[in-house]
């Protein structure tokens, strides 16, 4: 990546998408869609009120995480600001910088009128400002690919944020990095109980019998449903899944260097680079270590690591009966 000093930023909020995504995300699927009215009707509610804080979201940690890449030379955030789910955040928002823009209430011709608006100010920015050097799109609907592959195309760097579960997966592959807020410094984890209890289980039957997955049912639509809602959000992962899958990709990443490089040993930072090709959203601190070489030392089954002064070199393990 260039050097962050002389990086010029641009971010891009779609606040509803994250907001209820979020919401969602503490409280459950679809919690947002079955809450909506009693939000509307009476916010001040306390059962209410107590689970708009559960599902706070930490503005502050998506702009630092921004500020990281470089200067923030614009930082827009779009939503219906009257919305009481919304309403709380505008002091914070303004306080950070940040130019909210309107959107009324959609009628249901213009549901996408957030995903629509954004682009367009995207482009047109990228256009007017030659010496923006990067894009961050917050928000995980689907509806962004094309923006994200047409600011690449411009030849910028583009950086998505989206809640773990309702980021299509289609738009993680489209940007150069992706984030998943959960991941964010600062910002906690959510653990839900009741998911944790009831779906092992029923795991470990379909593993007993040998039968896949079903398919989840794709959820049914409903007027006003928040945009981060699509019908390829990506699934609840479990740790365990989790683990095994970067795992894998640790090591497709080792053959597909070793394919260009065959001396065996190759320096860790480039295998971090291909990791972070094929899938953006990888990040060792996400998984709970402090730096890629911790998380190379805990593969010590599948791969050997060495270290000599600032040079760390690593490669596939050699696996018994090679």
Same mark, same amino acid.
């Given at each position: ?9 641009? @971010? ?43 599902? @706070? ?9 921004? #500020? ?54 995207? @482009? ?20 962004? @690919? ?15 944020? !989206? ?29 839900? +109980?009741?998911?944790a209890a009831e779906a092992p289980p029923a795991k470990r039957q379909r593993r007993a019998k040998g039968e896949s997955a079903p398919e989840p049912a794709p959820p049914v639509p409903e007027s006003g449903s ?19 899958? &970067? ?9 597909? #260097? ?5 001396? !065996? ?5 480039? &295998? ?28 010590s089954d599948v791969v050997e690591l060495e270290e000599s002064g600032h040079e760390r070199l690593v490669r596939l393990a050699e696996q +018994?009966?090679?």
């Open positions: 990546m260039p050097d962050s000093q002389n990086n010029r930023v641009a @971010v891009y909020l779609d606040f509803d998408n994250i907001v209820l995504s979020w919401y969602d995300r503490v409280h459950g699927r679809n919690s947002f869609a079955r809450d909506r009215q009693r939000i509307a009707e009476d916010p001040g509610d306390p059962e209410i009120a107590e689970r708009l804080r559960a599902a @706070v979201i930490d503005v502050g940690a998506i702009i630092d995480y921004a #500020s990281s890449f470089g200067t923030l030379v614009l930082t827009r955030a779009y939503a219906d600001w009257s919305a009481p789910i919304n309403a709380e955040y505008r002091s914070q928002l303004v306080a950070r910088a940040v130019d909210l823009v309107q959107l009324f209430p959609a009628a249901a011709y213009a549901k996408n009128g957030a995903d629509i608006r954004l682009a367009v100010d995207a @482009v047109e920015d990228m256009f007017r400002l030659d010496d923006l050097t990067h894009v961050v799109i917050v928000g995980g609907d689907s509806d962004y @690919v094309p923006l994200a592959q047409r600011c690449k195309r411009l030849g910028r760097y583009v950086v998505g944020v !989206g809640v773990a579960g309702s980021t299509a997966k289609s738009l993680t592959a489209a940007c150069d990095e992706f984030a998943s807020y959960d991941a964010l410094p600062g910002v906690g984890r959510v653990e839900r +109980p009741e998911r928040p945009e981060g809602a699509t019908e390829d959000e990506e699934p609840h992962e479990s740790a365990e899944d989790r683990d095994i899958a &970067v795992t894998g990709l640790l090591i497709r990443a080792l053959w597909l #260097s070793h394919d260009k490089d065959d001396s !065996g040993w190759l320096y860790s930072s480039a &295998v971090k680079q291909q990791m972070r090709r094929m899938d953006p959203s990888f990040s060792e601190k996400a998984l709970g270590f402090r730096s890629f070489s911790d998380f190379l030392k805990s593969r +018994p009966g090679d």
